[in-house]
T-cell receptor, first 109, second 115 residues
Framework: SQQGEEDPQALSIQEGENATMNCSYK?????LQWYRQNSGRGLVHLIL?????REKHSGRLRVTLDTSKKSSSLLITASRAADTASYFC?????????FGAGTRLTVKP | NAGVTQTPKFQVLKTGQSMTLQCAQD?????MSWYRQDPGMGLRLIHY???????DQGEVPNGYNVSRSTTEDFPLRLLSAAPSQTSVYFC??????????????FGPGTRLTVL
């Protein structure tokens, strides 16, 4: 069964707008990771946030983690058409790594 | 560096046939894993390995075998293909150190259809 649940399932925005995706999970974790997948391609790692971190930035990406609520969010600022892809959260624990079903982001030029 | 490579890119099998999906990485990563991705779903872990000679089952191991004789290679064997194994298969690797689940590097995938 999947550990992470992304919300929304699909998101459509205009270029230049911000995109926010959420991930909820059920059990304790070592870290949480976000990946991007372009259509028909392999996943590409975006950012990793450890369980003792609350916020992390990487370029136009901002990730937050709330372990008390078992949730994370990914914010993409000033989106571009090239950001169109599926985004997955993955929760990592000692024995397992589980991916959510993903959020399909469409950025319209 | 080629990163993580997978062959073949596409494969069609008949029910009951067996085959091996190849995966290789040139980053000297200790940790390697196999996932399957079904339409509209995330990835599910099939098998993983934390080093040469060591393998373990993931979430959906039934019908699949793996071995890890070298650091570089991690083949996935389908013993007797079934239509339920129609999927896209991804191999991934990562450097170990503390948690086995650091940043993972993914191959381009193998699209398998079982008739």
């Amino acid at each position: 069964s999947q550990q992470g649940e992304e919300d929304p399932q699909a998101l459509s925005i205009q270029e230049g707008e911000n995109a926010t995706m959420n991930c909820s999970y059920k059990t304790s974790i070592n870290n949480l990771q976000w990946y991007r997948q372009n259509s028909g391609r392999g996943l590409v790692h975006l950012i990793l946030i450890r369980s003792n971190e609350r916020e992390k930035h990487s370029g136009r990406l901002r990730v937050t983690l709330d372990t008390s609520k078992k949730s994370s969010s990914l914010l993409i600022t000033a989106s571009r058409a090239a950001d169109t892809a599926s985004y997955f959260c993955a929760t990592a624990s000692d024995n397992d790594m589980r991916f959510g079903a993903g959020t399909r982001l469409t950025v319209k030029p | 560096n080629a990163g993580v490579t997978q062959t073949p890119k596409f494969q069609v099998l008949k029910t009951g046939q067996s085959m091996t999906l190849q995966c290789a990485q040139d980053m000297n990563h200790e940790y390697m894993s196999w996932y399957r991705q079904d339409p509209g779903m995330g990835l599910r872990l099939i098998h993983y390995s934390v080093g040469a000679g060591i393998t373990d089952q993931g979430e959906v191991p039934n019908g699949y075998n793996v071995s890890r004789s070298t650091t570089e290679d991690f083949p996935l064997r389908l013993l007797s293909a079934a239509p339920s194994q129609t999927s896209v298969y991804f191999c991934a690797s990562s450097a170990s150190g503390g948690s086995s689940y650091n940043e993972q590097f993914f191959g381009p995938g193998t699209r398998l259809t079982v008739l």
